[in-house]
């Protein structure tokens, strides 16, 4: 007589391995009594039970080659390991073939699903096949990408533990990169030293190119330049890579007669620079505002049969931008444009930024229509950008309509709404800007207190207490909260206008809803007060009747 139970608890199991307990809360079926007396073990238990597939439509019969496209078509990495657990344990007369594994292996480390390997990994030591060393490789690096160095360390030392297999160079190399990326290169020189001795392991330039770098990371350039000098009597010739990792080390610390002349030795020996040995060259010279070499060996690039690629574009644009070149800025990003590279929105910014403090806002406002043309989207830090820059030059007007264009397309962020009705409030188009902050609620983007605190400023600036106030008033209602910039736009307002019965209702609002800490509270207060003793004595007596 068989009875049923449910996949979940078959999870329950994965996750005592070793147990033949049986979770009977998860049966299907009433308890038959009876027949559970009738049973002599627990393994007899487990045979009177069927479990249900964890998926609907279960393969039959089920091959190692089903079960590894299960495995790798399933969107859900928990679904995934149910499935392999399931096959592995309860599907009668089946073993999976080492690929099921590989695939399951791969899943989990690739969705971070680090808790659910133990038992994948136990049945796989147990089953004896004998595995790919590229799955414990991706563990590797998958535990390395975690920020887990010590359990990439522990993968690689459990690798002859499976099937007698002998970890490689390949191996290695991911072990030290794990080292390095998670910030331990003082790690990096000790394994290399027990390379060969405890691992058995031949280094190859890989090898010494990543104990390169990490010499670097702790600024042992003697060391660097020593093993550099040793390569050869260990069997392996440097590389371009190698010689590159000592130029941005120069590069970095600022030297750059010792980097050209790193740079000089691998054209010396007949090498030809690659693009990121070139942008780390072009770089170097740029951090030291060396901008006419870095544009030379831009230049130049073609004459080792190199093109410039986005770094590189976005590395002299960044300089040029820092220089106060905006014109060249400007034609280094058409170039980059031409060159079919997407500009990052932060470098577009510093471009538009740059263009309009030279009052190009003109040439910025064609950077943005190329982008639209080149269907790159400028985002709403490039259009906020420029809408700034055109309501500061007083063109309110093309701001609304860059707004307009953009918002046909896109939802303007609250940065892209807030720097229009700054821009507005500034030049003084508060209808525009009331238009604006319509448009805002109607698209549910609630105003915060920067929104607010322009707004208020517009209005005391067009000498209207009563608007500030009543747009105070919405501000408190709306529960957002004012802060020290707030008090002072009130405090500029009320001790400039000299209306007490305004002053009234804002303080009755404050202490009525509490929404004032200290700082703010002497800034608005000190502001008011100053000597005045009669305004002093109206204030206490607002607070006394509140109190």
């Known amino acids: 007589m068989n009875r049923r139970f449910n996949s979940v608890g078959a999870v329950d199991l994965g996750r005592r391995c070793f147990s033949t307990v049986v979770d009977l809360a998860h049966l299907s079926s009433p308890v038959d009594l009876d027949h559970l007396a009738s049973l002599r073990s627990t393994s007899d238990l487990l045979k009177s039970y069927t479990v249900t597939p964890p998926i609907r439509h279960w393969p039959s019969p089920l091959t190692s080659r089903r079960l590894t496209c299960l495995i790798r078509s399933t969107t ?6 149910r499935i392999f657990d399931y096959a592995n344990r309860f599907v009668p007369g089946f073993s999976p073939s080492y690929p099921p594994y590989h695939a399951i292996i791969l899943r989990l480390a690739a969705s971070r699903k680090f808790h659910l390997l133990p038992p994948v990994l136990s049945s796989l030591f147990r089953s004896g096949l004998r595995p790919s060393e590229d799955a414990f490789i991706f563990l590797i690096r998958a535990y390395s990408l975690a920020g887990r160095p010590a359990a990439s360390l522990r993968s690689f030392l459990s690798i002859p533990s499976f099937g007698g297999i002998k970890p490689s160079v390949r191996s290695f190399n991911a072990l030290l990169n794990a080292m390095i990326q998670n910030h331990r290169p003082d790690l990096v020189a000790h394994l290399f030293r027990n390379c060969r001795t405890k691992f058995r392991i031949i280094p190859n330039v890989c090898t010494c190119n990543i104990l ?67 942008t780390i060259m072009i770089a170097g ?9 870095a544009v030379k060996l831009m230049d130049d690039m073609e004459i080792w049969g190199v093109t410039p690629n986005d770094v590189t574009y976005s590395v002299v644009i960044e300089a040029c931008c820092k220089m106060k070149r905006s014109g060249e800025a400007l034609n280094l990003l058409d170039d980059m444009l031409e060159g079919k590279y997407v500009p990052s929105s932060s470098l577009c910014c510093k471009v538009i930024d740059a263009l309009c403090e030279d009052k190009k806002a003109e040439d910025a406002f064609r950077i943005w229509r190329k982008l639209l043309r080149k269907n790159v989207t400028p985002d709403n830090s490039i259009s906020s950008t420029l809408i700034y820059w055109l309501c500061k030059e007083g063109k309110v007007r093309e701001a609304r309509k860059l707004f307009d264009e953009f918002e046909r397309g896109f939802i303007p962020s609250m940065l892209t709404y807030n720097t229009l009705i700054s821009g507005m409030c500034e030049n003084g188009e508060l ?117």
């Open 285 to 293: 010279y740029c951090n030291q505002e060396k901008l006419n070499d």
């Open 76 to 81: 859900d990495p928990d679904l995934a390991f």
């Open 212 to 278: 390169l770098k990490a010499l670097c990371k702790l600024r042992d350039i003697g060391g660097a330049l020593q093993l550099l000098d040793d390569m050869p009597g260990l069997g392996i010739v440097p590389n371009v890579v190698s010689y590159t990792t000592i130029l941005a080390f120069y590069c970095a610390s600022g030297d750059l007669s010792a980097a050209r002349s790193v740079f000089d030795q691998i054209i010396s020996r007949g090498w030809s620079p690659d693009a990121t040995t070139l």
């Open 431 to 547: 209808q525009e800007a009331g238009r604006v902050w319509d448009d805002m609620v109607e698209r549910r983007c609630s105003p915060n207190v920067f929104t607010y605190n322009v707004l208020m400023k517009g209005f005391s600036k067009a000498g209207k207490p009563k608007e500030v106030v009543k747009i105070f008033d919405e501000m408190v209602e709306k529960r957002v909260v004012p802060d020290k910039a707030t008090f002072k736009i009130l405090a500029d307002e009320l001790s400039s206008s000299g209306d007490t019965e305004e002053l009234d209702k804002i303080l009755e609002s404050i202490v009525s809803n509490r929404g004032v800490d200290q700082e703010s509270w002497f800034v608005l207060v000190s502001k008011i007060l100053g000597d005045d003793e009669n305004s002093r004595d109206h204030i206490n007596s607002v607070l006394e009747t509140r109190a």
